[in-house]
């Protein structure tokens, strides 16, 4: 505190140009008008000067009126706070007790509280000579160049308004919206906010961005649990082991509302017969539920020695020599074709009727 209030010391102590040229403007306006009528007798600015900025810096007037003013001003405004006490404690009526509002009701409450703002401001300014009908059209006037400089949030305000009315979904509602699946957590005219369920973070949607909403928390969920079993087992068997097993998994699941129950065959893989299951759930349980399921029929079937298949794949190792060629017993091949050789030569030679000596040692 002692730091804020030496640094505003510091401040005013040592005025910046900028500062000092704002004073200087100030106490032009304020000096013109207090003498427009004594600087420029009988002109049309000391006429508009004196109906304008003068009613406020007029001494004369301002000693005479400026008292009833005053207090017109502060009785007009005690009755709008009066008021607006008045319709918040009409809009309790409506809120039970240790409970936050809904957001209908915080809707009205704040509409009806800005609304006699505005009624005050318009009183107010009444008082002090100002024409309503003047504030009423640069009123308008505003709202349509807000109206285009601010279209998208005016879109999100009218879909907030009809997602109010239609309630497709409440705060504590699980949805999914454009492919995100969250817990609703608050809702205003401009956005709704959702909580992922896994990670807890939060992600804010425009209300003019909410197209396709899917409410899962209406009914309750379905977790779906599907398991392979190998095709050399018979399924009349494995039925009759799953009948036995289910409301022992049911036992071990309490999340589970109802079931779990076998719905039979959903296809024919390439190496397994496709089993389905499912079993009611609230939706916050519904995946905790899926991913128990799974580990209760994986505990079963290894139990009941049910083969479940899994792709496999064959390796085969080749060896290869420095220069990427397939390694070979030269010895052995050169003794073959040495062999191959000899018994070539001397079929030759007895087909021609001449064999030597050397000839026939070297066929021997």
């Known amino acids: 505190m002692k730091e804020r209030l030496t640094q505003l010391k510091s401040r005013f102590s040592r005025p910046s140009r900028k500062t000092a040229f704002r004073l200087g403007i100030i106490a032009i306006v304020i000096f013109i008008s207090v003498f427009a009528g004594d600087l420029f007798p009988g002109t049309q600015f000391a006429l508009m000067v004196e109906r304008t900025f003068g009613r406020f810096f007029n001494i004369t007037s301002a000693v005479d009126n400026l008292t009833i003013l005053i207090v017109e001003s502060i009785a007009t405004l005690v009755f709008i706070w009066s008021l607006i006490q008045l319709s918040s404690w009409f809009f309790l009526l409506f809120t039970d007790r240790d409970k936050e509002p809904t957001m209908g009701i915080a809707l009205a409450q704040s509409t009806v509280k800005y609304l006699f703002y505005v009624i005050g401001a318009v009183m107010v300014l009444t008082t002090w000579g100002v024409d309503p009908t003047a504030i009423i059209a640069a009123a308008g006037l505003a709202g349509i160049a807000i109206s285009f400089g601010a279209q998208a949030v005016i879109q999100d305000i009218i879909s907030g308004v009809f997602i109010l009315v239609d309630r497709p979904y409440v705060v504590g509602d699980i949805v ?116 128990l399921m799974n580990r209760e029929l994986k505990i079963l079937f290894d139990e009941r020695k049910v083969e479940i298949p899994f792709p496999q794949v064959v390796l085969t190792e080749y060896k290869l020599n420095p220069t990427n060629q397939p390694i070979v017993d030269l010895t052995k091949y050169q003794e073959e074709q040495e062999a191959k050789r000899l018994k070539a030569r001397g079929a030759k030679l007895r087909k021609k009727g001449t064999v030597d000596v050397g000839d026939e040692e070297e066929d021997k």
């Not at 909580?195 to 779906?224: E, G, L, P, Q, W």
């Not at 018979?234 to 699941?253: F, M, Q, V, W, Y």
């Not at 589970?256 to 609230?282: H, N």
């Open 176 to 291: 999914y919206v454009e492919g995100f699946r969250g817990l609703c957590v608050k809702m205003t005219l401009r956005t709704t906010h959702f909580k992922d369920m896994a990670t807890n973070d939060i992600k804010i949607f425009h209300n003019s961005d909410i197209r396709d909403v899917v409410n899962t928390t209406t009914y309750v969920s379905t977790a779906v649990s599907e398991i392979g079993i190998s095709y050399n087992h018979d399924i009349r068997d494995i039925e009759k082991i799953i009948e036995e097993a289910l409301p022992k998994i049911k036992e071990a699941i309490p999340d589970i509302i109802e079931g779990p129950t076998y719905l039979g065959i959903t296809g024919f893989g390439a190496s397994s017969v496709d089993l389905k299951f499912i079993a009611r759930c609230d939706e916050s349980k519904k995946f905790s539920v899926q991913r």
